[in-house]
C-alpha cells in the first residue's frame, strides 16, 4: 500500500512556463512533506518543505502547496528551465523529516528550450 | 555544507560474494543514517535506520542477516550485503541528519551506489 502517490510518471513543459508537479498521501499521521530532486545514477538533493502547520512555503521560483484536508501537495516551478528536467520525489514524515522518509515514485520533468 | 559521500559508487560483484558500502557525513555529526534502496523507475524504498552505537531498526521485508548495517561513528555507517544474488543489484543510497537540536529538518543524502551481481 503506497502512502504516498506520484500518479504522473512525466510531465514536459516548455521554458518559462510553469510546472506543477503533484503529490497525493494518505497517512494523516504525516506531519513534515519534502521535495527532492534527483538525476539518474545520483542521490536526490532537498529542494523545499513544507510543515503540516503551514499551507504553503516559497523559495525563489519554487513554491509548494499543503492542501491538508485533500492530503495533496504540489510543487510549483516557475519559470521552469532547462535545468530543472530531472526526476521529481515527493517525500513524507510523521517526525519531521529528519526521521523516515516516505517517498513517492517520482515526475520526470522535462523542460524544452 | 552538510556532504555525505558514499563508496564504492559502482560495484560488480559475484553471486555468494560480500559487498560493503560505506556511508560518510563529511562535515557534520549525523546521529542517525538510513539506507534505500530503489529499483528503477520506483521510489526509494527505506531499508534501514541506522543510530550511532546501537542496532539499525530495519524495515518491514528487509533481512537483516543479509544486509548488515554497522555506525560506528559520527560520520560513518556501513551496509554490508552478505552472500549477494542477482536479485541484491540495484541503486543504494544513504542519508544523513544532523545531530538533533538543530533546526533544520533535512536528510542530507549521497550520490548512490550502483550495486551488479552476476
Known amino acids: 500500500d503506497q502512502q504516498v502517490k506520484q500518479n504522473s510518471p512525466s510531465l514536459s513543459v516548455q521554458e518559462g512556463r510553469i510546472s506543477i508537479l503533484n503529490c497525493d498521501y494518505t497517512n494523516s499521521m504525516f506531519d513534515y512533506f519534502l521535495w527532492y530532486k534527483k538525476y539518474p545514477a545520483e542521490g536526490p538533493t532537498f529542494l523545499i518543505s513544507?510543515?503540516?502547520?503551514?499551507d504553503k512555503n516559497e523559495d525563489g521560483r519554487f513554491t509548494v502547496f499543503l492542501n491538508k484536508s485533500a492530503k495533496h501537495l504540489s510543487l510549483h516551478i516557475v519559470p521552469s528551465q532547462p535545468g530543472d528536467s530531472a526526476v521529481y520525489f515527493c517525500?513524507?514524515?510523521?517526525?519531521?523529516?529528519?526521521?523516515?522518509?516516505?517517498f513517492g515514485k517520482g515526475t520526470k520533468l522535462t523542460v524544452n528550450p | 555544507g552538510a556532504v555525505v559521500s558514499q563508496h564504492p559508487s559502482w560495484v560488480i560483484c559475484k553471486s555468494g560474494t560480500s559487498v560493503k558500502i560505506e556511508c560518510r557525513s563529511l562535515?557534520?555529526?549525523?546521529?542517525?543514517m538510513f539506507w534505500y534502496r530503489q529499483f528503477p523507475k520506483q521510489s526509494l524504498m527505506l531499508m534501514a535506520t541506522s543510530n550511532e552505537g546501537s542496532k539499525a531498526t530495519y524495515e518491514q521485508g528487509v533481512e537483516k542477516d543479509k544486509f548488515l548495517i554497522n555506525h560506528a561513528s559520527l560520520t560513518l555507517s556501513t551496509l554490508t550485503v552478505t552472500s549477494a544474488h542477482p536479485e541484491d543489484s540495484s541503486f543504494y543510497i544513504c542519508s544523513a541528519s544532523r545531530t538533533s537540536g538543530r533546526r533544520d529538518h533535512e536528510q542530507y543524502f549521497g550520490p548512490g551506489t550502483r550495486l551488479t551481481v552476476t
Open positions: 517525500a513524507a514524515s510523521t517526525q519531521g523529516g529528519s526521521e523516515k522518509l516516505v
Open positions: 562535515d557534520f555529526q549525523a546521529t542517525t
Open positions: 513544507i510543515s503540516s502547520i503551514k
